[in-house]
């Protein structure tokens, strides 16, 4: 079996405009101790996240750790947002209607498309093994989506205050036969 280790960002400083350098908060810093606690007794093979700051920041202690370097994927990096794009019912309509997106966005069938090549990259390359993935809220529904298309807003808005967030999807192959969620330090959303 493959184990797939995601975990969601810690809380990050939403004043940072450019989102691939946008920091954790301090808050968020110490956070990441939950992340390193929660994978201390996990045997990791292999870790890699996406090139935001964020990301790669809240398992970088956890892949000292376990002696690994991180990788970096592009094709992990969050949905690209538009204008007005953090509200309920922009989430809504994204949802409903995956190929849409606000100007300037990014649709969610484009999110998907490219997490799932990198998900499908990294089980075919890592096989058997235990792998930590840094990753963000709609990168991680949109996987979640793939794999059950019942998980739709209502999921996305569930986990949204999740940072940081661990979830284990277990793999046969490419075929996903567990989910087991690991960790939730609840924040509120901005």
């Given amino acids: 079996m493959t184990n797939i280790y995601f975990v969601r960002h810690a809380l990050p400083d939403y004043t940072c405009r450019d989102a691939a350098l946008r920091p954790l908060t301090p ?67 994204r949802w409903a209607d995956l190929s849409f997106c606000e100007p300037d966005g ?18 075919d390359k890592h096989n058997g093994e235990n792998v930590m993935v840094g990753t963000h809220g709609t990168a991680l529904s949109t996987i979640l989506h793939y794999f059950d298309n019942s998980f739709g807003v209502e999921g996305f808005l569930r986990i949204i205050n999740y940072m940081p967030y661990i979830i284990r999807l277990g793999f046969e192959g490419r ?14 959303f901005d």
């Fill in 27 to 93: 808050e968020g810093e110490r956070d990441t101790a939950e992340v390193v606690r929660t994978m201390k007794n996990i045997h990791l093979d292999y870790a890699i996240s996406s090139p935001y700051k964020r990301s790669y920041d809240t398992i970088k202690e956890t892949a000292d750790d376990h002696g690994l370097k991180i990788d970096i994927d592009d094709r992990l990096h969050e949905r690209i947002s538009g204008k007005d794009s953090n509200n309920k019912e922009m989430f809504r309509r």
């Fill in 175 to 188: 075929e996903l036969v567990e989910k087991e969620e690991l960790l939730i330090v609840d924040k509120p």
């Fill in 106 to 123: 990014e649709c969610l069938q484009s999110v998907m498309d490219r997490n799932m090549a990198a998900l499908n990259d990294i089980l």
